[in-house]
């Protein structure tokens, strides 16, 4: 998924070996049962991916259909999964396995009662082959309900290596150095960044690099679970980092305004688009997707990133999102829901988005060079290297409610900072009494 929200593995052998299979060349590897056991049996998949995000999934879903006789059906749910999905348990249509872009979320489903714990299969190989925080984020009380396909780096900057060498600078390594620069391509007459502030998880992702790398993985993790207050010092003084940037039109590519017209393909667009505004634009790495899908650009040649800077001293941040495989109990065909579950956690179904481009997995079994490219190679052997120091989107892990719905909590509060950032205690207050009213829910 864009929003927190795009090649089979080189060695037969090495197939083989992660899958526990024998076949390599002609049979099918079976996802848990005989070969075609399946036959007959159609699995619904509901998640929030479109356009090419949803084509490449459904290339993995294909391979499932191979291997199994299961056909598959994905209902795209846009951004409010959780409503939707509701819905449709509420009027007897459950599909049976959702793709949640969300902690939140998942927590969520899993204290109404509508989630099947993962099977044993599956809960053996996360243990082997993902780290032990993909584990933590995918359960609820102990028990495993997720399986974590598809992830996000979120900690990257995204840049044109033309703009940057037309204007003389080089990539920065600390967030004050990365403001320098940006009045530098501004100075050059492109505007420094792109931002997306259409779509409010952009602007969340924004604040929460720069709490992690100033505030400390402490605090990160005790705000993420609101055992600390938005109120809190350290709140005020990110929002005041940040709103340095929101607020000097020399570095947003048409100020605040045309930045709150902006999505996020847009905010791409401005920078790897055919008429270039921007010189760079913050975002994770699913912005190769959009920039090579869309634009035609050459990953590593036409567009590339540096990592999000260190702010004030502190440790560059790592930033993960993800969308969650889920199986729910009122699915019509649970039981081979769990089968593709079982199938979406082995390397080989990760293999095959891989290849296709716009798509990093947190499984460390799965070869780099299946990859299509060095700079996702990059990108995915920074993901999986950082391990347990990983920290998940923060407002993924909050109530729907508060941070993952549209027009309401930290994405509007965020979009009206953007349009005002001059009273940041006054931001603060205002996104702790939203969150304290939906942790409250």
Not at 414 to 435: C, H, I, N
Request: proline share 5%; net charge neutral.
């Amino acid at each position: 998924m864009m929003r927190r929200r795009t090649t089979l593995l080189t060695s037969c052998t090495a197939l083989a070996l992660a899958l526990g299979a024998t076949a390599c060349g002609g049979g099918p590897v079976s996802a848990g049962g005989g070969d075609k056991a399946l036959s007959g049996q159609t699995v619904t998949v509901a998640g929030v991916w479109s356009g090419s995000e949803q084509k490449n999934f459904q290339k993995v879903l294909d391979a499932f259909t191979a291997k199994t006789g299961a056909k598959t059906q994905f209902v795209s749910t846009g951004d409010n999964v959780s409503t939707v999905v509701g819905s449709k348990i509420e009027g007897g249509n459950a599909p049976d396995v959702v793709m949640v872009p969300q902690v939140g979320v998942l927590q969520q489903f899993a204290k109404k009662g509508w989630l099947k714990p993962l099977s044993s299969t599956a809960q053996g190989t996360i243990s082997a082959d993902y780290a032990p925080v993909w584990k933590k984020y995918g359960s609820v009380d102990g028990t495993l309900y997720g399986l974590y396909f598809k992830a996000a780096h979120k900690s990257t900057v995204w840049y044109s290596p033309d703009a940057l060498s037309q204007a003389g600078v080089k990539a920065p390594k600390t967030y004050d150095e990365m403001l320098k620069a940006g009045h530098t391509v501004s100075d050059s007459g492109l505007a420094a960044f792109a931002v997306g502030g259409e779509d409010g998880w952009t602007l969340t992702d924004w604040f929460e690099n720069v709490y992690l790398s100033q505030a400390g993985p402490e605090k990160y993790d005790a705000l993420a679970t609101h055992k600390l207050k938005w109120t809190d010092p350290s709140v005020v003084k990110s929002l005041t980092t940040l709103g340095k940037l929101f607020k000097d039109k020399q570095l947003i590519a048409g100020g605040q305004k045309e930045a709150l017209n902006t999505d996020f393909p847009g905010s791409v667009e401005k920078v790897f688009g055919p008429k270039p505004e921007a010189g760079m634009v913050y975002e994770g790495d699913f912005v190769a997707g959009v920039a090579h899908d869309q634009f035609g650009r050459t990953i590593g040649k036409d567009a590339n990133f540096f990592p999000f800077p260190a702010v004030d001293g502190g440790t560059a941040p790592v930033v993960s999102g993800g969308d969650a495989a889920v199986v729910l109990k009122d699915g019509k065909n649970a039981g081979a829901g769990m089968k593709l579950l079982e199938y979406l956690a082995t390397p080989e179904a990760a293999a095959v988005w891989a290849k296709a481009g716009g798509f990093l997995s947190p499984n460390k079994k799965l070869d780099l060079s299946s990859y299509g490219d060095d700079v996702t190679r990059a990108t995915a052997k920074s993901l999986v290297g950082a391990g347990d120091t990983v920290r998940f989107d923060m407002s993924d892990q909050a109530p729907a409610a508060f941070g993952g719905t549209k027009g309401t909590g930290e994405w509007k509060l965020l979009q009206d900072f953007l349009r005002d950032p001059s009273d940041p205690k006054g931001t603060a207050e205002k996104l702790e009494s939203a969150a304290a009213k939906a942790y409250q829910d």
